[in-house]
């Protein structure tokens, strides 16, 4: 198929999917439970194939797909992904939908199971081993706190790690008697072998556990985890991956992971509803971790299901099947060159200013999206607040989180428009030109 023809076709896709049509037909239309919802209409009417030409024609018609607002530009979608239109429309379908009949609908999983064919699809792994969860912090935690573990074990971590993980960690060292080590990175990092080594010397004989950020949350770096997990693999360790700031941002799978445990927000790069996580478990692993919520007689040790006994609760879950249609109708790769494309539009002019300095490495495979950077001679919390405030910018300001240094987060999403980075650019490299340097 010639390229614009297949670029055309993905376009209507997408776009089709932000109307409403996409958004009509479920993963498995079949399934038991609350009814897809029907298709509805596009506020002006579908874009004529003429103004599909150029990619900026493009990627507007997928931008008019969120209602975020543009008075502030949205610049930290690493803290919660933009929900596309269809996504909402679902929301709020569902939570209809289930009162229809409330105590059958709440409780099938019928409904779930193409979504969790579908995750497993995206992670290419067996739906057996996906779990539909909250967040990424519960299942995460559902690892770090299920995980059999005795007085004096050992956990390795870093510093830069999410900060709900460490806190998890930090109960099991009160409660069980634990250890955790908790490993300083170079930021930014020279390179993978530098962090690999960073982890691999401080193994011991105790160590039972890793976790490892895919990427840093803080920084954006990537850590070689194909890597750890071989080296940990090999001194009967397991690895426990925390990527919620790539699944659905670039292709990650189990296969390129080749870790025991994997836990990530559906609500950020893959634009699903908020309150919405994945755990993955591999298969033989699932047994001995308990779940945080016993599932008791209801469910045997070895099904996945066990994980998502939490009683009755919101449904806007069901959404993730639109989630997912929307996400594979533009597609992982085509996703992660645009947002690439956003993302060195405005790392390129503020790495070329002397005044900057940046938290992440650019050298290839060690960053994707995720970007902090200082501006030299500012407090990072003034500077947040001018930009939120004054400037009309929100981004995230990394000094809350971390002592270790300061810096302003961007973190771009599909809803961004050149002309909002181009503003962002400009707005910039004035302030390290007027603002004073404080001593
Ligand atoms: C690396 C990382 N892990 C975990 C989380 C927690 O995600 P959630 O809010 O889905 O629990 C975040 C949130 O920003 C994160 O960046």
Redesign the pocket.
């Known amino acids: 198929m010639p390229a614009d023809v297949d670029r055309r076709q993905w376009i209507k896709t997408a776009v089709a999917g932000a109307v409403g049509v996409v958004c009509a037909q479920r993963l498995d239309a079949s399934a038991p439970g609350p009814a897809a919802p029907k298709p509805t209409k596009a506020p002006g009417g579908l874009p004529s194939s003429s103004t599909l030409a150029g990619d900026d024609a493009d990627w507007a018609q997928v931008q008019r797909s969120f209602v975020v607002g543009r008075d502030i530009v949205a610049l930290n979608h ?3 992904g933009c929900c596309p239109q269809p996504v909402l429309e679902a929301v709020e379908h569902y939570v209809h939908e289930v009162e229809t009949l409330p105590s059958w609908n709440l409780f099938q999983y019928g409904p779930k199971e193409p979504i969790r064919a579908g995750l497993a699809r995206m992670f290419a792994c067996d739906s057996e081993e996906v779990a539909i969860l ?7 935690d559902i690892v770090l706190l299920g995980l059999p573990l005795r007085a004096g074990d050992e956990v390795l971590t870093t510093t830069l ?2 900060w ?2 460490l806190d998890a960690l930090d109960q099991r060292v009160k409660r069980d008697g634990i250890v955790v080590k908790k490993v300083r990175m170079p930021v930014p990092a020279n390179s993978q072998d530098e962090l690999f080594d960073a982890f691999a010397s401080a193994v011991t004989d105790r160590t039972r556990l890793i976790l490892v ?1 895919h ?3 803080l920084t954006g770096q990537h850590f070689p985890v194909a890597r750890i997990c071989e080296m940990a693999h090999a001194r009967g360790i397991e690895v426990l991956v ?4 790539s699944f659905g941002q670039f292709e990650v799978t189990a296969g390129s992971l080749q870790c025991d445990y994997m ?6 790069w893959l634009m699903g509803p908020k309150g ?2 994945m755990l993955y478990v591999k298969r033989e692993k699932i047994p001995k971790l308990w779940p945080l919520f016993p599932a008791g007689a209801t469910l045997p040790p070895d099904n996945i299901r066990k994980f998502e006994q939490i009683g009755t609760a919101p449904m806007t879950m069901y959404a993730l099947s639109e989630a997912i249609q929307f996400h594979q109708a533009i597609g992982t790769v085509r996703i992660g060159d645009r947002l690439r494309a956003l993302t060195q539009a405005w790392t390129d002019p503020l790495r070329a200013n002397e005044r900057f300095e940046f938290r992440t490495s650019f050298a290839p495979g060690m960053s994707n999206v995720i970007a902090t950077f200082h501006l030299k001679g500012t407090s990072s919390g003034e500077l947040w607040e001018r930009l939120f405030k004054q400037e009309k910018f929100f981004t995230f300001n990394v000094a809350r989180r971390t002592q270790e240094f300061q810096g302003i987060r961007i973190s771009v999403g599909l809803s961004t428009t050149a002309a909002e980075i181009d503003r962002f650019v400009t707005t910039m490299l004035r302030l390290a030109r007027d603002l004073p340097v404080a001593h």
């Not at 909250?134 to 995460?140: D, H, I, Y």
């Not at 925390?242 to 700031?245: E, N, P, R």
């Open positions: 690493a803290g919660a909250r967040n990424a912090t519960e299942a995460l790690d999410y709900a993980m950020s990427p840093v949350n925390d990527a919620a700031q836990g990530t927000s559906l609500h950020k919405t996580g």
